[in-house]
C-alpha cells in the first residue's frame, strides 16, 4: 500500500533520513519507535509530504506521490494525520471541525457530512460535544475529536505521530483505546509512539529506528523480546 | 452658548461633511481591508517577483506623507498622464492605498502568527493553499489582530482631514468655508475637532464591544 525507496531528508546540513526503505501492506499496524531526534516524526511527515523528501520514492496505492506533477492534495485525501498537539480549529466548533474538510474537499452535502460525523463521535465517545470548542475540550478529548476529523475523510490510512505525548497520563488510556479499535477493524496504521505496552499489543510490526535509518525491526515479540541489536537492547532497556 | 448657536446655523455645511467623511473613510476602510490582505499575501508569497511587489509596496507607502501621495494622484497625473479624477476619486484612492500599506503589514503578523499546526493539520486534511487560508489561516489571523485593525480604522477616520487640501467637502473643508465666512477661527475648529472625537470614540467602543464577543465565543 505504501512503499517507501532510498528516502533521505536534509534540513540544510543536517542529514536526518538516511536512505529508508520500507513496505507497508494493507491492513498492517506499523509501530515506529526510537530516541528523540532519530527521524520517526519526520520520515512519518514525509509520507504525506508534510515535509518533502530531498531524494527518494513514495508510493502509495501505486500512485508515485513523490512525482513533482502529482497532485499530492489527492494523496492526502485518503491519509489521515493524527498530530501531537492535536491541532484542532480553534475558531470550529467540534462538529465544524469534523465537517469541513468532507464538505470543502469532498464536496458532500452538510447533512451527509452532519451524519457521519456524528457517527464518528459516538465511535470516540464524545457524541455530547458536537456543539462544544476546542478550548472547552481537555487533552484527551482533543485528541480523540482529531482522530475522528481525520477518519471524516474515509482514509485507507492513518499516520498518528506521537498522538499521546501531550497528554496528561490519565488521558492516554482513552486515546489509546480509540486507536486499538481502529486497529481491531482493519484500518492500515503508521504510528510513532512511545508507549512501549500499547507498541507491543497492537503492532504486527514494530521500526526501531535511531540515526536516520531502521536499525531493526520485526514483530512485537522479536523486537521486544529478543532484540538483535546493541542500540536496540540498550535503548529498551532504558524505556521499558 | 457659541458654539451650539453656530453648530446650529451652520449645521447643514457640517453635516455635508460628515456625510462625506463617513464615505471617504467607509470606502477606505473596505477598499484597504481587501487590497490590504491581497498585499500581505504578495508580501508571502513564493515567488520573489511577487514578494518585491508586496514588500515595495508597503514601503513606499508608508515612507512617504500621505499629502504627497494625494497632490501626485490628484495633480500630478492630471498634468503628467492627462488622467483626471474627481476630488472625492482622488481623495479615497490616496485613502485606499495608503491604509492598504499599513494594514498589509497588520494582517502579515496575524497571518504568521498563526500556529503552523493549523495549516498542517489542514493540509493533511486534502485542503489546497488557498482553501487553508480562507477557512483556517485568515479567520484566526483576523481575530488576533482585531485591536490593530481597530486602530487603523480611526486614523484612517482622522487621516481622512488631509483631503481637504484638493477640496473634497470633507468636514475640514466644510470647517474652513464657515471660517472664512466668520472670521471666526476656533469655534468651528473646535466642532470639528468634537464630531471627529465622536465619530472615532464611538467606532472604538464599537469595536471593542465586537472584539468581546469573538473572544467570548472561543478562547484557545
Not at chain 1, 511527515?45 to 492534495?73: A, H, M
Not at chain 1, 506521537?162 to 503508521?190: F, I, N, Q, R
Request: hydrophobic fraction near 45%; glycine fraction near 8%.
Amino acid at each position: 500500500m505504501i512503499n517507501v525507496k532510498n528516502l533521505n531528508k536534509s534540513f540544510g546540513q543536517l542529514h536526518i533520513l538516511k536512505g529508508i526503505d520500507l513496505d507497508i501492506s494493507q491492513g498492517e499496524v506499523v509501530v515506529l519507535i526510537g530516541p528523540s531526534g532519530s527521524g520517526k516524526s519526520t520520515f512519518l511527515r514525509c509520507l504525506n509530504l508534510l515535509e518533502v523528501p530531498t531524494s527518494g520514492e513514495i508510493r502509495f496505492e501505486n500512485q508515485l506521490i513523490t512525482d513533482k506533477n502529482y497532485d499530492i492534495n489527492k494523496a492526502r485525501e485518503k491519509m489521515g494525520m493524527v498530530f501531537q498537539h492535536f491541532n484542532l480549529f480553534p475558531h470550529k466548533s467540534v462538529l465544524e471541525n469534523i465537517t469541513l474538510a468532507p464538505i470543502k474537499v469532498k464536496k458532500k452535502s452538510q447533512a451527509d457530512a452532519e451524519r457521519h460525523a456524528l457517527e464518528l463521535l459516538k465511535t470516540v465517545g464524545l457524541e455530547d460535544k458536537r456543539d462544544a470548542y476546542p478550548s472547552q475540550l481537555s487533552g484527551g478529548q482533543k485528541q480523540r475529536i482529531a482522530i475522528a476529523r481525520a477518519l471524516a475523510m474515509e482514509p485507507h490510512v492513518m499516520l498518528f505521530d506521537e498522538p499521546t505525548s501531550a497528554l496528561d497520563p490519565e488521558m492516554v488510556g482513552e486515546v489509546l483505546d480509540v486507536m486499538k479499535s481502529l486497529a481491531k477493524e482493519g484500518m492500515t496504521m503508521v504510528i510513532v509512539t512511545h508507549e512501549m505496552g500499547f507498541a507491543r499489543e497492537v503492532g504486527d510490526r514494530i521500526l526501531f529506528m535511531d540515526g536516520g535509518i531502521i536499525l531493526e525491526q520485526g514483530t512485537p515479540d522479536e523486537l521486544f523480546g529478543n532484540p538483535k541489536q546493541e542500540r536496540t537492547r540498550d535503548f529498551l532497556s532504558k524505556v521499558l | 452658548m457659541k458654539i451650539f448657536d453656530m453648530f446650529w446655523e451652520y449645521r447643514d455645511y457640517f453635516f455635508v461633511g460628515l456625510k462625506n467623511t463617513l464615505l471617504l473613510a467607509a470606502i477606505a476602510v473596505v477598499g484597504g481591508f481587501i487590497l490590504g490582505i491581497i498585499i500581505s499575501l504578495l508580501r508571502m508569497s513564493r515567488w520573489s517577483i511577487l514578494r518585491f511587489i508586496g514588500t515595495a509596496w508597503v514601503e513606499i507607502f508608508r515612507g512617504t506623507p500621505m499629502l504627497v501621495q494625494l497632490l501626485i494622484i490628484h495633480y500630478g497625473f492630471a498634468t503628467a498622464f492627462n488622467i483626471k479624477f474627481t476630488v472625492f476619486e482622488s481623495g479615497s484612492l490616496t485613502l485606499i492605498l495608503n491604509s492598504s500599506a499599513y494594514l498589509a503589514e497588520i494582517f502579515r503578523a496575524g497571518i504568521q502568527g498563526v500556529d503552523r499546526g493549523q495549516t498542517e493539520a489542514a493540509r493533511s486534511l486534502g485542503m489546497t493553499g488557498p482553501m487553508t487560508m480562507r477557512h483556517i489561516v485568515l479567520p484566526q489571523a483576523l481575530k488576533s489582530v482585531l485591536p490593530a485593525i481597530g486602530n487603523e480604522f480611526v486614523t484612517v477616520i482622522k487621516e481622512s482631514s488631509i483631503v481637504y487640501v484638493i477640496g473634497a467637502g470633507e468636514i475640514m473643508y466644510q470647517t474652513n468655508t464657515i471660517i472664512t465666512m466668520t472670521y471666526d477661527g476656533m469655534t468651528p475648529n473646535l466642532i470639528a475637532a468634537i464630531m471627529y472625537f465622536v465619530l472615532t470614540f464611538t467606532l472604538s467602543k464599537i469595536l471593542n464591544a465586537f472584539e468581546r464577543k469573538l473572544s467570548n465565543r472561543d478562547k484557545r
